[in-house]
């Protein structure tokens, strides 16, 4: 199976404190994967640096065989954990604006997720919920025809409608032709969509593998295993 992400001997750290230790991780095509850790533990550092917003100090990292540059942003699309449309915009210029940004955005994948999310193209930005909001820039990202994508924790704090919706939209919109990686505090929300989990603690995998096999050998949910490991 071809490898959509590989990273060897990843080392970050800012001002003296380590945010990625040795972080080795592959990350197949056609596969959606868990990255699961308590607060601090590295996980929107690793995917700032796979989507080209951070460096490493130490190691490497791959996307589609490429080291991070231009080509691999152009297929890499990111959620970050935080808002980042203009406050004056509506939504129908955030749309406008992405498909500007990006050559690979999907304008009525777009218009059909919003109806899908119940949300009007003339809403202004500001006067959106954080549920709204979530779901908005969850569907900015992955109307890109990217090969990877990767969801700093698209279900932050949103009600457990929102959380739903969120998810079936994930399943609707993933090709077999890209990977995602999603990291998550609410892993029992969403633990059925993945097909492989890393459990990373102070910027290092701890433990790694097929969801369904590891629910298997130790007979517990990924939830569960998550609460084991960083208990």
């Not at 800012?14 to 592959?26: R, V």
């Not at 959606?32 to 080209?52: C, E």
């Not at 996307?63 to 808002?83: A, R």
């Not at 999603?182 to 990373?200: C, G, K, M, N, P």
């Amino acid at each position: 199976m071809e490898s959509i992400l590989v990273s060897k001997n990843l080392k970050k750290a800012y001002s003296g404190k380590i945010a990625l230790n040795g972080l080795d991780m592959d990350i197949k095509l056609g596969r959606i994967v868990g990255l699961l850790g308590p607060n601090g533990s590295g996980k929107t550092t690793f995917m700032k640096i796979a989507a080209g917003l951070l460096r490493p100090q130490v190691g490497e990292l791959l996307i589609d065989g490429s080291k991070i540059g231009i080509y691999t942003k152009s297929i890499v699309s990111y959620l970050p954990d935080k808002d980042y449309l203009y406050k004056w915009m509506k939504i129908d210029d955030a749309v406008n604006f992405y498909e500007d940004f990006y050559k690979d955005f999907d304008k009525k994948k777009a218009y059909e997720l919003l109806d899908f999310m119940k949300l009007d193209r003339e809403s202004k930005i500001n006067s959106l919920s954080k549920g709204m909001m979530e779901k908005l820039n969850l569907t900015l990202t992955i109307s890109r025809k990217a090969k990877l994508y990767i969801l700093d924790e698209p279900l932050g704090g949103v009600d457990p409608t929102t959380r739903e919706k969120i998810i079936d939209t994930i399943i609707q919109s993933f090709r077999e032709d890209s990977s995602m990686i999603i990291s998550t505090h609410q892993v029992s929300a969403i633990e059925r969509l993945f097909d492989d989990v890393y459990f990373i603690s102070e910027g290092k995998i701890v433990l790694e593998g097929d969801a369904e096999e590891l629910r298997n050998e130790r007979n517990m949910s990924i939830d569960e295993l998550f609460r084991e490991v960083f208990k």
